[in-house]
């Protein structure tokens, strides 16, 4: 079991930044991957970017160039750096990380709320 803690969501302006932040507990040492999604209300839970042990990276096109993800494998923690933040990127943000036998863990989610 691996247990994820986000932080550092809340109320930004347009074209404000945030960083998220999550902390991993528990067995990781079976990590393999650790990402970030959001869903927005009424709609299904996306991918926003991911970031696997070997260092392969992938976004959703519509956060290219604008978020960054990084990990500290020291701090057992994985960041989302977003700026240039749209009103579009409200939404609930959920940090999550992938084992080799397929299974996904979930965070709590973080509100994120981008206002016009």
């Known amino acids: 079991q691996v247990q994820l803690v986000e932080s550092g969501g809340g109320l930004v302006q347009a074209g404000g930044s945030l960083r998220l932040s999550c902390v991993a507990s528990?067995?990781?040492?079976?990590?393999?991957?650790m990402g970030w999604y959001r869903q927005a209300p009424g709609k299904q839970r996306e991918l926003v970017a991911i970031?696997?042990?070997?260092?392969?990276?992938s976004y959703a096109d519509s956060v290219k160039g604008r978020f960054t993800i990084s990990r500290d494998n020291v701090k057992n923690t994985v960041y989302l750096e977003m700026n240039s933040l749209k009103p579009e990127d409200t939404a609930v943000y959920y940090c999550?990380?992938?084992?080799?036998?397929?299974?996904?863990?979930w965070g709590q989610g973080t509100q994120v709320t981008v206002s016009s």
């Open positions: 528990g067995s990781i040492f079976s990590i393999t991957a």
């Open positions: 999550a990380s992938n084992d080799p036998y397929g299974r996904v863990y």
């Open positions: 970031k696997t042990n070997g260092g392969f990276t």
